[in-house]
């Protein structure tokens, strides 16, 4: 039996599951397990997925798989307390790395690698090395007072996570690695956008950066979320026009209009973008854009 759990929490095989005792009076998705396979056994499936092209997966409850992990091996230690104390620490570390908190990945695969008549030990050790490359990048700071001090503080912790996107570009971290640069150049754009006006030529350098972002991260599974902040910047660019064009003779239809249906072709992307998220949420701004636009023109014509 402690084979077969160590092939399955190593991500090398799925063993059948041994049957199971009862696991007592505890009901829902995180009572307690009598078999362990049974614990790890959707956290393995999900070891190799990719995270940046998809959505964090889940389980037939609609709980996170990695979250779930994690309550369930709690509870299954707390029922056999000192059993198997290296699997559980591996599938723990693993659950954690995939979850983002990369330091208390590395010390639970530390504590396995500490073991040295267990099997794991060289796999946790790898694994050790991988997570405390991500927790030192991570651990970073990201903000500073003022923009250019948190542009820099952002592009050098950027460059960090950009060196460990390419030295593990060939492995399922690659793509958790990809997932971190891409939340980086999300709060760079962000900070651009919400200091434009502070910028020269600030509307064209906002525009490009959410472009950029667009672009570069065509393949993420946040690229509708993306489209929908430039269609954002478009509808605010047109919201200003008419601010500081209120007197009648002011008002030019064919520059309104420029800038209104920019914001409306941008958001109609998402709101007809079958099986994203986002759709509906493109729907909406779809509509409210479109209703601002026919009073803003009645009002003026």
């Known amino acids: ?23 007592g009076d505890a009901t829902g998705a995180t009572a307690p397990y009598e078999d362990l396979i049974e614990v790890l056994a959707t956290l393995t499936w999900h070891l190799r997925d990719d995270a940046y092209r998809f959505q964090p997966p889940k389980d037939p409850t609609g709980h996170d798989v990695f979250k779930l992990a994690l309550t369930r091996l709690e509870s299954w230690e707390k029922r056999f307390p000192g ?18 908190e990369y330091q208390s990945a590395a010390d639970a695969y530390g504590q396995v690698a500490s073991v040295r008549d267990s099997p794991l ?16 990048a991570a651990a970073l700071p990201e903000g500073d007072d003022g923009i250019e001090e948190q542009l820099t503080a952002l592009r050098r912790k950027l460059d960090a996570w950009g060196a460990l996107v390419e030295k593990y570009k060939d492995t399922p971290a690659g793509s958790r690695a990809l997932v971190e ?21 600030g509307d064209e350098t906002a525009e490009k950066a959410l472009r950029f972002l667009i672009e570069k991260h065509a393949d993420s599974k946040n690229l509708p979320a993306h489209i929908l902040r430039l269609g954002d910047l478009y509808a605010d660019q047109a ?35 079958d099986g994203a998220r986002e759709k509906p ?16 023109l009645a009002r003026y014509r």
Request: proline content about 2%.
């Open 181 to 201: 640069e891409e939340r980086l150049e999300r709060a760079t754009t962000r900070l651009v956008v919400e200091h434009r006006r502070d910028l020269e030529r």
């Open 1 to 23: 039996m402690r084979m077969r759990l160590l092939a399955l929490a190593t991500a090398l095989a799925v063993a059948a599951p041994l049957p199971a005792a009862r696991a």
């Open 121 to 136: 030990a060289a796999k946790a050790s790898e694994g050790a090395g991988r997570t405390r490359d991500f927790a030192a």
């Open 83 to 100: 059993r198997m104390r290296d699997v559980t620490a591996f599938g723990r570390a693993q659950a954690l790395e995939h979850l983002g």
């Open 281 to 296: 949420e493109g729907q909406a701004r779809f509509a409210a854009m479109e209703a601002w636009k026919g009073t803003t």
């Open 239 to 273: 919201r200003e026009y008419v601010a500081a064009h209120e007197r009648p003779l002011a008002f030019k239809e064919d520059e309104f209009l420029s800038r209104a249906d920019r914001a409306l072709d941008t958001y109609h992307k998402v709101a007809t973008w």
